[in-house]
């Protein structure tokens, strides 16, 4: 009997574009670990539902979750992604360029929580976050995201179920503990509107107020 994730999948089709960025992903010895796909398209919805057009993503990769995110932009949409690799960026950059977006994102390169300081100091506000990183850091970021928030600013939260391991409460690694805090914030911060979806990995979403 198929699950729910495979039903779905079978009902929806990856476009070759975002096929082609998972081969690169693999071919460049990279983790494979993309947005699910069921996921990416709810992205594509979320931004285009709330209009939004100033996007900040935290962890490029290879660009898939990128694509997504610009599909869904209203006109003179801009992405500011955050990526720790510079050889992830200019992948994700190669795709992104291929999908028709590559005037419409912005790199910047090195720890992200640096980058996210500079953004502060420079007085950014971001109306969607797409936060799918190191998770050690993740209270951190949705800490930011708050802070950079226009209002009514959409933020995304992928992996908060660790394949299983958030679950096991025998399980006590620094990251596992970190994505807890990050579960038990967005679930009781009192400037958040959020729920949190149990399909493939786990998806946090919530509005700021």
């Not at 495979?6 to 998972?22: A, F, G, P, R």
């Not at 057009?53 to 290879?62: D, K, M, S, V, Y």
């Not at 912005?106 to 969607?128: C, M, N, Q």
């Amino acid at each position: 009997m198929l699950n729910q994730e495979e039903y779905s999948e079978m009902l929806y089709t990856e476009d070759e574009l975002l096929l082609e960025v998972k081969k690169a992903i693999l071919a460049n010895g990279m983790p494979e670990v993309s947005v699910a796909p069921g996921y990416g398209r709810l992205l594509s919805m979320l931004v285009r539902l709330s209009r939004s057009t100033r996007i900040l993503e935290i962890g490029a990769l290879g660009g898939y979750s990128g694509i997504c995110l610009c599909r869904g932009f209203a006109s003179g949409g801009q992405l500011t992604s955050l990526e720790l690799k510079a050889e992830y960026a200019e992948l994700a950059q190669s795709h992104l360029t291929k999908a028709g977006f590559g005037e419409a994102v912005e790199y910047r390169i090195g720890p992200a929580l640096d980058s996210l300081k500079e953004l502060e100091a420079e007085g950014r506000t971001f109306d969607f976050y797409f936060i799918d990183a190191d998770k050690l850091n993740y209270p951190d970021y949705l800490e930011y995201a708050i802070r950079l928030a226009a209002p009514g600013a959409i933020i995304a939260g992928d992996n908060i179920f660790l394949r299983g391991r958030t679950l096991n409460l025998e399980r006590n690694g620094p990251a596992i503990q970190a994505v807890r805090s990050f579960n038990e914030r967005i679930a009781s911060d009192e400037r958040l509107i959020s729920t949190l979806l149990p399909a493939y990995d786990g998806l946090a979403l919530a509005m700021v107020k």
